[in-house]
């Protein structure tokens, strides 16, 4: 019967702390001392290293028998830079890019470090890029992981996994692509500036920037108000009305991120790393550490 009591209890203690913690703390975003965005941007860019906090996260459903199941859509390394860390790829995916975050370059020597729901002695996992070659490790079973390694000239940079080829990105001057081994598979081509289309086979969209906003593809909008203090995502239904997905709103040294219900993240600067919070709970930390200058070759298949 002690069991059963404890246990009701347990039970009940954790649901009132689910509770609490179920949104950001209301007051802190009333009364934070809001810094001003930069500008808004449309740049087609390469994400390639999925090293992203999601902003917004697009999902698919489908039946295995009678069960309906629901999956993430995945990251796609093609896409557009919007200023001030937001990366909105072509799977209609919104996040934060953690190299804008922590401002290094994903593509030169770094060594990242991410440590999930950070407790004593716990271990913590590596991201490290270098000689071209995108490693994993694990401090706790000393193991190491390929991720991918490039090849290639900078206006063709094809991303292997071992010998096999997982894209190539090619550069030109009015267009940005990725191909495979037989056919260009969805391309973003430049208009004018501030105009660009993307074509994924008979698919086509436009990408349009104006001030202070930004419509893709006519799904979404990203708009700054507020003396620049406030960034909004909405989506767009088929008549134009616009429905506020995000806000995000930052300090000297900590960014918001949240819906309409104030449920969404914290990101704190701090140490020359972040840690980000889930509504109120602390869930991850990333720091840089040294990056290595090379790799060992036998690392790399």
Request: charge should be positive; proline fraction near 4%.
């Amino acid at each position: 019967m002690i069991t059963n009591v404890k246990s009701l209890l347990l039970t009940a203690s954790l649901a009132i702390f689910t509770t609490a913690c179920s949104t950001l703390n209301p007051k802190e975003i009333q009364n934070l001392n809001r810094v001003a965005f930069a500008p808004l941007e449309l740049r087609p860019s390469v994400e390639p290293t999925d090293l992203r906090l999601d902003v917004i996260r697009q999902q698919t459903q489908y039946y295995i028998g009678n069960d309906l199941q629901t999956m993430d859509v995945p990251d796609d390394p093609l896409g557009f830079d919007l200023g001030n860390g937001l990366f909105y790829d072509l799977n209609q995916n919104f996040s934060l890019r953690l190299d804008r975050l922590l401002d290094y370059a994903s593509d030169e020597p770094f060594a990242l470090r991410e440590l999930e729901v950070p407790l004593p002695n716990q271990g913590y996992r590596t991201y490290t890029f270098a000689s071209d070659s995108l490693m994993r490790s694990n401090s706790e079973k000393r193991r190491t992981r390929y991720l991918y390694h490039r090849v290639g000239p900078p206006d063709s940079v094809s991303y292997m996994n071992g010998n096999a080829l997982k894209y190539v990105i090619v550069r030109r001057d009015s267009s940005l692509a990725c191909r495979n081994k037989r056919k260009v598979k969805k391309e973003i081509f430049t208009v004018k500036e501030g105009h660009f289309t993307f074509e994924r086979g008979r698919r086509e969209a436009d990408f349009v920037q104006k001030k202070n906003e930004i419509d893709l593809q006519s799904s979404y909008l990203v708009t700054l108000t507020d003396a620049n203090k406030t960034m909004t995502i909405y989506r767009l239904n088929r008549k134009g009305r616009r429905f506020a997905q995000q806000t995000i709103i930052r300090g000297r040294d900590v960014l918001y991120v949240f819906d309409g219900k104030l449920r969404g993240q914290k990101i704190v600067f701090e140490n020359g790393g972040i840690s980000v919070f889930r509504n109120e709970n602390l869930v991850v930390k990333y720091e840089l550490a040294t990056a290595k200058q090379s790799v060992e070759t036998s690392m790399v298949p």
